[in-house]
């Protein structure tokens, strides 16, 4: 039965993750979830297209494609909403993650010949092949006389962005340098995928995504100047023509559902999608940001999002983040981004190496029957990181803990060098599984320190913080340290799907049902169910142990050319 109140209104939100995408149908009167849905990617499971040793992580956009068919179907059929109160749908997705498209917006991964090739697959976030790339880009930057096009990227280009990715996968491969018209950030080609079909020349693309990840400023009309670009390779400067010179913010409208997307997803063709944007800053949004609040996206990675007036930022450029955009967040405001490269990940790691010895010896058992493996594998799925986490947080203050490092993944935020790598040191006879957990939290709550600490050494004040994410909500233990290591009271977001949320704020506003993105967050944004508070002793402790990280810090990185 169809709902015919035409005094309401509902909005659409999907956010792609790193293993999964969610989509949740929101009330726009108050920000309900009306219904919502997750799916796995097929292909990603199966670890297709990737290599953990090189640092090589690639997505074949059938994932994305599939994902975005059967969440936002489920969640149509399961509202029973009338299609005709969905006003609009809005994306956000993991950046900065490319992918070569044909002249008329196909991902090269659906052009035959082209279906198993790595590098035509998306290349997401986490993929490290283009660190000799990033080291090219900033050589030159820094060298070649003209405008230093990465002064508000933090000063320093990362190998997880746009042009180094790129460059890194045309010198790989002959055959998609030659195929690939264009490229396009993955929410710009999910957002083009569904909307009725215009050139892709005149596609509107995503402010976010551009001023972070592509060092596109209005500063100098666009991207990165052309000589400056032909003199990485002549290939650049011929895709600069090939990309955009405008960019969009996420509240505005970039086309309206296409006939054949509308008929798949039992929507209509008056649903409007917006321009697409980031999942950290659309999380941002989902978690009401304002002026000097810091927003902590903690999943694999983590996003630190926080947004200044132009006021504030005025001319100056934050060093070693992960840029600083007008508009990316919140239009009207600068949107500030940090992050790490690894925090949830850097703790699955551990649970891997940890996991080995069951994976490949108990379960390869002839002793146990099928049955035994899988209800003993089950058991140990579940307890494993409670148990860690137990025993870890049971460890008194003064009991020595090992002293690790948390850039498993290499560094993002403060000033970005993914060439580093995670280190211990302090290890003991003693040393035990949680005594090693612990030390692999308090590192990834150190890492965050070292975000905060640059923020405001560069005279950006945060007054309050907020989590939000799987490991905020689900880690006490995790966030009681951070508090205690930031030694500031965090908030924790309510909602299971932030940056879904954030994107159906965009959504409405888009739709014309709010003014703002501010208004529209005041409304629609999440409750917090949680709040964690300094515990004074704790700190006392953690001011000492943050002299061992830092040591540490000093010694990898003076060292880490050497190895």
């Not at 002959?174 to 083009?192: G, I, N, P, Q």
């Not at 895709?239 to 929507?267: F, M």
Request: proline share 3%.
């Amino acid at each position: 039965m169809m709902i015919e109140n035409t005094m309401k209104a509902y909005v659409i939100g999907l956010d792609y993750g790193t293993d999964s995408v969610r989509a949740v149908m929101i009330d726009t009167n108050n920000g309900d979830e009306i219904a919502s849905a997750v799916h796995y990617y097929e292909r990603w499971k199966e670890n297709k297209y990737c290599d953990a040793a090189a640092n090589q992580f690639r997505q074949h956009p059938l994932d994305h494609l599939e994902g975005l068919e059967k969440t936002i179907k489920r969640i149509v059929s399961d509202s029973k909403i009338d299609p005709k109160l969905i006003k609009s749908i809005c994306i956000d997705t993991t950046g900065s993650s490319p992918v070569p498209v044909t002249k008329d917006g196909k991902p090269l991964a659906l052009v035959s010949g082209f279906e198993e090739n790595q590098n035509a697959m998306m290349v997401l976030w986490k993929d490290h092949t283009a660190i000799n790339e990033a080291n090219e880009i900033n050589e030159l930057a820094a060298n070649w006389g003209g405008e230093d096009f990465t002064k508000y990227e933090g000063g320093i280009y990362s190998s997880e962005w746009f042009w180094a990715k790129i460059l890194h996968i045309i010198r790989a491969d002959k055959k998609v340098r030659e195929a690939a018209y264009s490229w396009m950030e993955h929410c710009d080609l999910m957002t083009f995928s569904l909307i009725e079909k215009t050139e892709l020349d005149s596609f509107k693309r995503s402010r976010c995504a551009a001023g972070h990840k592509a060092m596109w400023h209005k500063d100098w009309d666009g991207l990165p100047d052309e000589e400056f670009l032909k003199k990485l390779d002549p290939y650049l400067a011929k895709l600069r023509e090939n990309l955009y010179k405008e960019t969009y913010t996420a509240d505005e409208v970039a086309g309206t559902l296409s006939a054949a997307w509308a008929d798949k997803l039992g929507l209509t063709t008056d649903t409007l999608v917006t321009v697409g944007t980031m999942d950290a800053h659309a999380g941002a949004v989902g978690a009401k940001i304002e002026e000097h609040a810091l927003v902590r996206v903690m999943g694999t990675s983590t996003c630190d999002i926080i947004v200044a007036s132009k006021d504030v930022i005025n001319q100056k450029t934050v060093r070693g983040i992960c840029g600083q955009v007008d508009g990316s967040v919140i239009p009207g405001l600068i949107g500030l981004e940090a992050g790490q490269s690894a925090f949830g990940d850097l703790l699955a790691w551990f649970k891997g190496v940890l996991m080995w010895p069951i994976d490949q010896l108990v379960m390869q058992s002839d002793v146990l029957s099928e049955e035994q493996k899988s209800a003993l594998q089950e058991e140990i799925s579940a307890k494993f990181i409670k148990k860690l986490t137990e025993d870890s947080e049971n460890i008194p203050l003064a009991e020595s803990i090992p002293t690790a490092l948390d850039w498993i993944n290499g560094r993002r935020t403060p000033d970005a060098n993914q060439e580093l790598k995670s280190a211990f040191s302090g290890l003991s006879l003693g040393t035990r599984a949680p005594h090693i957990f612990k030390a692999l939290v308090n590192a990834i709550c150190f890492g965050a320190l070292k975000i905060v600490e640059r923020f405001e050494e560069e005279g950006v004040a945060i007054h309050s913080i907020i989590g939000i994410g799987g490991v905020a909500r689900k880690s006490p233990f995790v966030m009681q340290t951070l508090a205690n290591v930031l030694n500031r009271p965090i908030k924790v977001a309510a909602s299971d799907q932030a940056p879904a949320l954030g994107a159906a704020i965009y959504a409405a506003v888009a739709a014309g049902i709010y003014d703002d993105v501010i208004t529209a967050s005041k409304h629609m944004g999440s409750d917090f169910e949680a709040e964690y508070t300094p515990q004074p002793e704790a700190v006392k402790v953690y001011g000492k142990l943050l002299k061992s990280y830092e040591d540490l810090s000093d010694f990898v990185e003076t060292n880490h050319h050497k190895n």
